[in-house]
């Protein structure tokens, strides 16, 4: 099962889960600004949301994850509650209507049920990856970085965390799947899937610019084109049928 029902803390109100893509046209926004892009849409497309009790009260939508500034992707998702049941086609067509060009609602599940949010549950993503080889870098060069890397127990990377403090992890457990799909236009096209959660979270950029600096099959620059397929939980995709 992907969705686990709970007892104690949850939603309590109807739910609608949405699963939608971002394109090239939106790629450099910030998640911060299209979380108010998001607000807007729920507003343009005439949808009753439900708000925050206290102070300072706020739309009750919550993202399964914070994308990366420069990523695409077609498997996004965001919780809405709602203050009143809705049919969830008639919401995936409102909010198609008045979306601003390069987002799109691919579904939409309403319950009306306890379920566990999205962030709660998410473990891994799904990943493709296009990024540029050096000249003299082959296929089959390629294809041994990546068995070497796979083969390891360990590969410690540093980074800073929210904190500012550097911290140096063991990121090895994280990196789930990555393969070669194959070279073209001197660009390598890449399959990853890689922990992502609230646990556990591996920024694919981080596992390039390793590979970047220690193996020197990639080029810095142009930047890889990064592009999330799917989350999943536990290995299984999020059902929305």
């Keep these: ?25 939106i790629k450099y926004i910030s998640h911060l600004d299209f979380q108010r892009s998001f607000h807007r849409l729920l507003n343009r497309a005439g949808i009753d949301v439900a708000f925050s009790q206290g102070f300072n009260p706020h739309l009750k939508v919550s993202y399964a994850m914070a994308m990366p500034v420069g990523m695409t992707s077609e498997g996004e998702y965001l919780d809405v509650e709602l203050v009143a049941p ?21 579904a939409v599940k309403i319950f009306e049920e306890p379920v566990k949010s999205l962030a709660s549950v998410i473990t891994e993503g799904i990943l493709k990856v296009e990024v540029p080889i050096e000249d003299d870098v082959t296929e089959n060069k390629i294809r041994e970085v990546f068995e070497e890397i796979l083969k390891k127990d360990v590969l410690e990377l540093t980074r800073k965390n929210k904190k500012g403090k550097f911290v140096t992890k063991n990121i090895r457990s994280y990196i789930k799947k990555l393969e070669l799909d194959g070279v073209s236009d001197n660009k390598a096209h890449v399959d990853m899937v890689l922990s992502m959660g609230s646990i556990d979270n591996l920024n694919p950029q981080l596992l390039l ?3 970047i600096r220690e193996y020197k099959i990639f080029k810095e620059f142009p930047k890889a084109k990064i592009h999330r397929v799917e989350m999943l939980v536990n290995g299984e995709k999020i059902d929305l049928k």
Excluded: C, S
Aim: glycine letters at 12%; a positive charge.
């Design 1 to 25: 099962m992907v969705l686990l029902v709970f007892q104690g803390g949850g939603y309590v109100m109807t739910l609608a889960r949405i699963k939608y893509a971002k394109g090239n046209e």
């Design 86 to 106: 809705v049919d969830a086609g008639k919401l995936k067509l409102l909010l198609n209507e008045h979306a601003p060009k390069g987002l799109k609602i691919v």
């Design 209 to 211: 610019d390793y590979m």
